[in-house]
């Protein structure tokens, strides 16, 4: 017995044009797509399951995500963590390594393989550790992680600080065709107690910034590296102008350099954060100046940026509680992504849908060798339809994540994910609300 997503649509070319669809799923692969209704037979026993005319699409894939297990239960589990991402029309996410303990062994790499294979609604690719205890000092056994199912390898919450190190990590890693996924941040420029970006905020509170210059100067470094080395160097949450100038003349001089930017740093500003000094707003990278979410935006749009990830990184409210200085960075982001991205960008009319479609779901498969991100005949069944048309605000009360650390509560977006298909099996809906649901043919 397979699946009919019916009454559908999909973009079909580089204009976001719609034209209606439906999807016919077997054993965890799409087996055909069809353009009319009329081309669907649903007298063969299938299940069938109404669209109500929104958008079917390849799932979106993130591959930057926190799920704070193991060590952090708490803030966020795999359960949870999968939870939110099937919400917010994710299929597949890679989680990072800065748990407790974190996953620089075998055995804590295979913890959340087998934990998300039990527990998890979406697939989950975790990468290991660069360096043992994320210290930066000796590198772990990245044959080791690998095979115990790390996609990659990256200290994500502190920068590699030594040259060397890094150089050798890069050496390993291309070894094994595995990519370095870099957090860049130079500790040396950054004067104790930063919680902000030197801007206009940081003025005016009479706040030390975290300069442009500590992520650059990581990405500038490590350009030089892969170049050298000839690994694939992946920077993760891009920033600053800077390390946009960076990344576009690494890939014009041939380096294997990809990058990610996040929905917080193609919104918001510094100028945007609250007198009110409200934690929920403190990432990092930081929020940067109006210029630098300027360059992120058309470095997306130059390809200098290749993919739109979320680094959804939950917080208790008791720790956010704590203010500015003394709360600890991030926010979640897996629910709000599509949303955020489309109201900004798409329904504005500055990118079209295919583009925004890319950059979530496409690209990153491309990028990191995925079997997903595309809509045909012989796809994995991972599937998302979402309703473009419905407004909603966002409410973070109702988030299946544990945590609520958001700086986008209230705001009124649309484009919001409806239904999230894994290997041809629903893991979230909320088509049977309105009635149109599923029912057997």
Same mark, same amino acid.
């Given at each position: 017995m397979g699946v009919w997503l019916v009454n559908g649509k999909r973009a079909v070319n580089g204009s976001g044009e719609l034209r209606p669809a439906a999807v016919l799923i077997e054993d965890g692969i799409i087996q055909k797509v069809v353009d009319s209704p009329? +081309? +669907? $037979?649903l007298t063969d026993g299938h299940t069938t399951i109404d669209c109500g005319g929104r958008l079917i699409t390849a799932g979106l894939i993130d591959m930057h995500v926190h799920l704070r297990d193991p060590g952090y239960e708490y803030k966020e589990d795999i359960k949870s963590g999968t939870q939110s991402a099937a919400r917010g029309? #994710?299929?597949t996410i890679a989680c990072m390594p800065n748990t407790r303990p974190v996953l620089d062994k075998p055995e804590t790499v295979k913890y959340v393989v087998d934990k998300a294979a039990e527990a998890g609604a979406v697939r989950v690719l975790p990468y290991g550790c660069i360096? !043992?205890?994320e210290l930066g000092r000796e590198l772990t056994d990245f044959e080791a992680l690998k095979n115990a199912g790390a996609i990659g390898f990256t200290d994500d919450g502190v920068g590699v600080q030594t040259a060397g190190t890094m150089k050798e990590a890069m050496r390993r890693a291309a070894a094994l065709g595995? =990519? !370095?996924v870099a957090h860049c941040e130079d500790d040396s420029v950054i004067e104790g107690g930063s919680a902000v970006t030197e801007g206009e905020f940081a003025r005016k509170h009479g706040l030390k910034g975290i300069p442009n210059e500590s992520e650059a100067i990581h990405v500038g470094r490590d350009i030089l590296l892969a170049e050298a080395t000839g690994v694939h160097y992946h920077v993760c949450h891009v920033s600053t102008e800077q390390s946009v100038r960076l990344i576009r003349l690494g890939k014009a001089s041939g380096v294997n350099v990809t990058a990610e930017v996040c929905p917080h740093h193609l919104l918001l500003s510094d100028e945007d954060i609250p007198d009110s000094m409200d934690a929920n707003w403190k990432m990092n990278p930081p929020l940067r100046t109006p210029k630098d979410v300027e360059a992120m935006i058309s470095a997306v749009e130059d390809g200098t940026i290749d @993919? @739109? &990830?979320? $680094?959804h990184a939950p917080h208790s409210e008791e720790e956010k509680a704590r203010g500015m200085d003394r +709360? =600890? #960075?991030? !926010? &979640?982001g897996l629910e709000t992504a599509f949303p955020l991205m489309y109201t900004k960008f798409v329904a504005t009319g500055r990118w079209t849908l295919p583009f925004l479609l890319e950059k979530m779901s496409k690209r990153p498969a491309e990028l990191f060798g995925l079997n997903g991100g595309w809509l045909d005949a012989g796809a994995p069944a991972d599937v998302t339809v979402i309703d473009l048309e419905e407004e909603r605000a966002v409410q973070p009360e109702k988030f299946a994540s544990k945590s609520r650390n958001t700086p986008f509560a209230g705001w009124k977006l649309q484009g919001w994910p409806v239904l999230t298909m894994v290997n041809g099996n629903v893991v979230w809906s909320e088509l049977t609300k309105e009635g149109s649901g599923v029912h057997a043919g």
């Open positions: 009329e +081309a +669907a $037979d029309g #994710f299929t360096s !043992i205890g595995l =990519p !370095i @993919i @739109i &990830v979320t $680094d +709360a =600890p #960075f991030g !926010i &979640v």
